[in-house]
């Protein structure tokens, strides 16, 4: 089992005629994903990879009944992609693309919620379910089926986690990448929820960092709904204070936001904090 | 970005929002010209610098006659406040107090959406206010569809006033507000102390603004305000290259793909002993000229005396990593001690390719934090 995607998502790949959306709709078609269509204005009846090109996603939705969606478009056009796959009818919207202004995600997220619609990203990785499906630009050779669930607001070093759990022999139920930017749709609690309830996974990864206070409330709500073992890396412990590392929503301002604050927040309800990404396996096999 | 308070006071007036009357100046002459044109006696001097606390640093000060306005502003310009020159600074009537308030739009995390905060402790800090009265502040949830509507904006203002004709006046400033933040991208726009008057007018006695870099792009005019510092210069120079950098000051350089593994990089370093030069995420790819020019930006710092490499080869495999390495460094001349550590997708391929070379090779993180540690020894 898995959570969001599995076998039967029907992905349409918004801006597949681009480089990156043609580059990485291969890849995921090449593991096996139920690519059915892709859009880009103007270029329907194109084909690229063998997948038909449509127009709009309201196309895609009638001709194929996609509930999927994927979004390689330029930052500029990130949130009318948003609301277009929202508007189409589409339940999940994945959005890879980086520098997005965060009132348009405001915007988009805003209606996409109105619409009954899940939103995971901007600027994130995407996600996979191991054997089964992968809507992103997860690396997908690292992963093995498995039962532990991966939350990470990080792209390689959710890679540098996951490899170390496939290595000890643990594969993934499924692996999500949320996004590094301040404002993005799904985060710990809605998946923590999702994982807690998925049969198919009995461990949970989550990889956090510096910025904001989402840690410190997904170690309340592992502390009150969550029976499955959790183990934690927290990524930024040397960050100077006031800087963006990297990532957006990598920043710790006004002295909050810090590593030590939320390493001490999963601590204090006996969820166990890795020193070093390659301990989550065995923090995981010493509480299973 | 930031900018200066004198530069968000323009954009208040040029959205009708109250401010007191002031002039921006770089030189004595200049402040006194400005106090001579101001019908007030009493003026405030107010150092203009990308920091807060500029009070406390000696940055604020009332002036009664032009003798001390000639005191303070030859003072203040020049001054120093955690590290920024002063070199501007604001001469404004001085205001009859009778309260102030806090004022801001703000993006919340949480409920991913634009926040009103509102308090009655203005003119403080108000983090401190946050942290120890928290029920002094008030929070108001926009929705993005809809705004601040005139009922929401007069509910709001409840908060902070009893009297209707002042509530009237402040939901027109908190309506005024929200459509500059939305309008600029704001990220903050903050009035901090908003004041009310001895003779009964509501106005805005600062004004503080930060904007989203990554909505700059369409406002050209917000992005020309725009000032680095030295280390900005350096910082905006490397993301224009297609990394992240931020100088930290240790010894060992780092040149990571991917901003999580970068931090958690520096970690390792510190938890095995030694101390991170710098964060660097070279990004996605790791082509021969990212990481000639990455390795350029590492050795200007002069601290740099062993450098880590940790790659990550997901959809670019290891050994395709290994070459450009091997090709970078045909080209970079450099006696500084190298650690690579490559993980990932071909990765045996990759070490092999490294093996033999100038290169210390590592397998784990761990492994390789140890080595760039004990080569800094």
């Known amino acids: 089992m898995s959570i969001l995607i599995d076998k039967k998502s029907r992905l349409v790949v918004q801006g597949i005629t681009g480089r990156d959306g043609g580059f990485h709709a291969s890849k995921m078609k090449a593991y096996g ?52 796959a929202a508007d189409a009818g589409i339940k999940l919207i994945v959005c890879i693309t980086e520098g997005v202004p965060t009132l348009d995600v405001v915007e988009a997220y805003s209606y996409i919620t109105r619409k009954g619609a899940r939103l995971i990203g901007p600027n994130c990785p995407g996600l996979i379910s191991p054997g089964r499906s992968m809507v992103g630009i997860m690396p997908t050779m690292i992963f093995r089926e498995g039962s532990t669930g991966v939350i990470s607001r990080s792209g390689t070093l959710t890679y540098e986690v996951v490899y170390n759990l496939t290595e000890k022999g643990m594969g993934q139920s499924t692996a999500v990448g949320v996004g590094g930017d301040p404002v993005v749709g799904l985060y710990y609690r809605e998946l923590l929820e999702m994982f807690e309830n998925d049969p198919g996974t009995d461990s949970i990864a989550l990889i956090g960092e ?14 009150d709904h969550v029976t499955k073992p959790v183990a934690v890396f927290i990524a930024g412990q040397q960050a100077p204070p006031g800087k963006q590392m990297g990532h957006a929503g990598a920043i710790i301002s006004s002295g909050s936001g810090t590593a030590a604050e939320k390493i001490a927040a999963f601590e204090a309800v006996g969820v166990p904090v890795a020193k070093e990404p390659s301990q989550i396996p065995g923090l995981l096999k010493s509480r299973r | 970005m930031k ?14 929002l109250p401010v007191d009357k002031s002039t921006v100046c770089r030189t004595v002459e200049d402040a006194v010209k400005a106090y001579n044109q101001l019908d007030s006696q009493r003026v405030i001097v107010k150092a203009q ?18 003798i001390e306005l000639r005191r303070h502003a030859a003072a203040i310009l020049g001054m120093d406040i955690k590290g920024f020159t ?14 102030e308030y806090y004022v801001s739009y703000v993006i919340d995390r949480s409920s991913k959406s634009t926040i009103l905060m509102l308090s009655k402790e203005g003119g403080m ?22 705004g601040v509507p005139d009922y929401l904006a007069r509910e709001a203002a409840f908060r902070l006033f009893d009297d209707i004709s002042l509530v009237r006046q402040a939901a027109v400033i908190f309506q005024k507000l929200y459509k500059l933040f939305v309008e600029t991208d704001a990220s903050l726009a903050e009035i901090n102390p908003l004041v009310l008057t001895k003779e009964g007018a509501i106005m805005a006695i600062d004004a503080k603004m930060t904007f989203d870099d990554n909505a700059l792009y369409r406002h050209p005019k917000i992005a020309a305000l725009n000032e680095p510092t030295e280390e900005e210069k350096k910082e905006q120079s490397a993301k224009s290259k297609g990394f992240s950098y931020v100088h930290l000051g240790g010894e060992i350089g780092c040149m990571v793909n991917g901003a999580g593994l970068a931090m958690a990089t520096m970690d390792m370093i510190k938890l095995y002993g030694g101390n991170p030069a710098n964060f660097l995420d070279i990004g996605g790819s790791s082509n021969p000229t990212k990481v000639i020019e990455a390795m ?30 091997l090709e970078a460094f045909r080209q970079i001349k450099t006696e500084i001690p190298i650690v690579i550590r490559l993980t990932g997708t071909n990765e045996k391929e990759g070490r092999a390719l490294l093996q033999g070379t100038q290169f210390h090779v590592a397998e784990t993180m761990g492994e390789a934090t140890e080595k760039a540690v004990a080569l800094t020894r």
Do not use: W
Not at chain 1, 58 to 77: H, N, Q
Not at chain 2, 3 to 15: L, V
Not at chain 2, 86 to 93: P, Q
Not at chain 2, 126 to 137: F, L, S, W
């Open chain 1, 33 to 84: 994903t139920n690519i059915v269509g892709g859009t880009s204005p103007g270029k329907a009846g194109e084909l690229v990879d063998n997948i038909p090109v449509f127009n709009t996603v309201r196309d895609v939705v009638k001709e194929t009944e996609a509930d999927t969606s994927v979004i390689f478009v330029p930052a500029p056009f990130a949130k009318d992609a948003m609301m277009e």
């Open chain 1, 210 to 223: 510096i910025g904001g206070d989402a840690e410190e409330r997904a170690a309340e709500y592992i502390r």
């Open chain 2, 3 to 16: 900018i200066h308070e004198y530069q968000a006071k323009e954009m208040f007036a040029n959205y009708g």
């Open chain 2, 49 to 66: 610098v990308h920091t807060g606390g500029r009070g406390k640093a000696g940055g604020v000060k009332l002036a009664n006659d032009e």
């Open chain 2, 86 to 99: 002063v070199d501007r600074i604001l001469i404004g009537e001085a205001v009859n107090i009778d309260k």
């Open chain 2, 125 to 146: 800090d108000i983090e401190e206010v946050a942290r120890t009265t928290p029920e002094m502040i008030y929070k108001f949830v926009i929705d993005p569809s809809i």
């Open chain 2, 296 to 325: 350029k930006l590492l050795l200007s710092d002069r601290n740099v005396r062993v450098v880590l490499i940790n790659i990550f080869g997901g959809i670019t495999r290891c050994d395709d990593v290994a070459s450009g390495l």
